[in-house]
């Protein structure tokens, strides 16, 4: 899975991706501090399948801390894009190509509304919704525009508008389902404002979007109107109130032993600090008592909710819970909600997916055939015909 941070100039895009990843990136109060794109690490969380089978876990190609299990997915934080984007201004479609294969995107845009749309500061409220409204149109004209360049080459030819937009990681379904429901000609010999409309669409189901309302820690009296207006436009669920700032701060004191934090409350653990960070601390927990990080929970609500994501634990040994090495339930796969068991075998290894005979449920040890449909939290053996 790759999810894509996107947003205008210095609305704390790379100080979300830091707080994610942990990974040291370029984070300055001025426009374009990011030039090349950012990639790293980030992680979705859910209760690890050890409480249920009563064993602890030795986790493999993901961590578990405290019964949580951390379940990597790839993030790339690209520069700031500003309206025109797709035509070139500010550093265009350069930005704009790094962002073919993301699932879905995080849009940082600042609720405080002290940064206008090229990431200027500013002494007036500058709508937040309107910012997210331009770099969405931005997105969705860069692909209608791609759309509209190969036009001649896919006219008429279903195949190659296919493989054209298989390019970008949208399934050929999907596909279908929009140009049904925008009644789109199936000679594909669209006009301009067609081709908008597709890519308008098809973006919203395959390319989902969730706004971080960012900068909730800046004292403005026009915070909770920007946040309302954003709630307004694009959902309530989907707009995430917090503060990059605050949750970088925190995850660095964590992991420099200062405190143990879960994500919306933190203990003080190292009695050591000076008056200053104390403060500062004390500053950062009145920010969570009053608005929560919801910086995890945004992560979490993109790849499980609106990606429609469960997790998955294939073992080897059903009765031990473990692989061939003895590790209780070592890994943890993200995969999309209504696969089978054969295509959680073809996660793991083609091979084994072409071999496979049959899976059993290590939960209750039952046999279940290949096109048994996953649930939340399985445990699943792949047993396949030997080579």
Request: hydrophobic residues 40%.
């Amino acid at each position: 899975m790759l999810i894509g941070i996107i947003g205008a100039p210095n609305k704390g895009k790379s100080s979300l991706f830091s707080a994610l990843t942990l990974n040291e990136v370029k984070i300055a109060n001025y426009p374009f501090t990011t030039i090349d794109p950012n990639k790293g690490v980030a992680y979705v969380t859910e209760e690890c399948a050890e409480r249920e089978i009563g064993i602890k876990c030795n986790a493999r190609n993901s961590l578990c801390k405290n019964g949580i299990r951390y379940i990597p997915i790839n993030v790339i934080d690209v520069a700031g894009l500003v309206e025109g984007a797709n035509e070139g201004k500010g550093m265009g479609n350069q930005f704009l190509n790094d962002l073919i294969n993301c699932d879905g995107f995080i849009l940082v845009v600042d609720a405080s509304g002290k940064t206008d749309s090229d990431g200027n500061f500013t002494d007036k409220n500058y709508s937040p919704a309107k910012d997210a409204r331009i770099i969405v149109n931005e997105v969705v004209k860069w692909l209608g525009d791609i759309i509209i360049k190969h036009k001649k080459s896919y006219k008429g030819n279903s195949d190659a508008f296919y493989e054209l937009i298989a390019g970008f990681g949208i399934p050929k379904d999907a596909a279908n389902n929009v140009i049904e429901s925008n009644s789109l000609s199936r000679k594909f010999d669209w006009s301009n404002e067609e081709a908008y409309k597709f890519a308008g669409t098809i973006l919203k189901i395959s390319k989902p979007i969730v706004i971080a309302a960012n900068k909730c820690d800046v004292k403005n009296a026009n915070i909770e109107k920007n946040i309302n207006e954003l709630k307004e436009e694009f959902g309530e669920a989907n707009v995430f109130e917090c503060s990059a700032a605050i949750e970088l701060a925190l995850r660095k004191a964590e992991r420099q032993g200062i405190i143990t934090y879960s994500g919306n409350s933190f203990d003080i653990v190292n009695s050591g600090i000076s008056k200053e960070q104390n403060d500062a601390l004390n500053m950062m927990k009145s920010f969570l008592d009053s608005k929560k990080s919801n910086v995890q929970k945004l992560i979490n609500d993109l790849a499980f909710r609106i990606l429609n994501n469960i997790v998955v634990y294939p073992v080897e040994d059903e009765n031990k819970f473990t692989d061939h090495f003895g590790n209780v339930l070592p890994d943890a796969i993200l995969i999309n909600d209504g696969a089978t068991a054969q295509d959680l075998a073809a996660k793991i290894h083609t091979e084994l997916a072409n071999r496979m005979l049959y899976a059993i449920n290590a939960r209750t040890k039952i046999k279940i055939s290949k096109t048994y449909t996953l649930k939340d939290r399985d445990i699943i053996k792949i047993v396949s015909a030997a080579k």
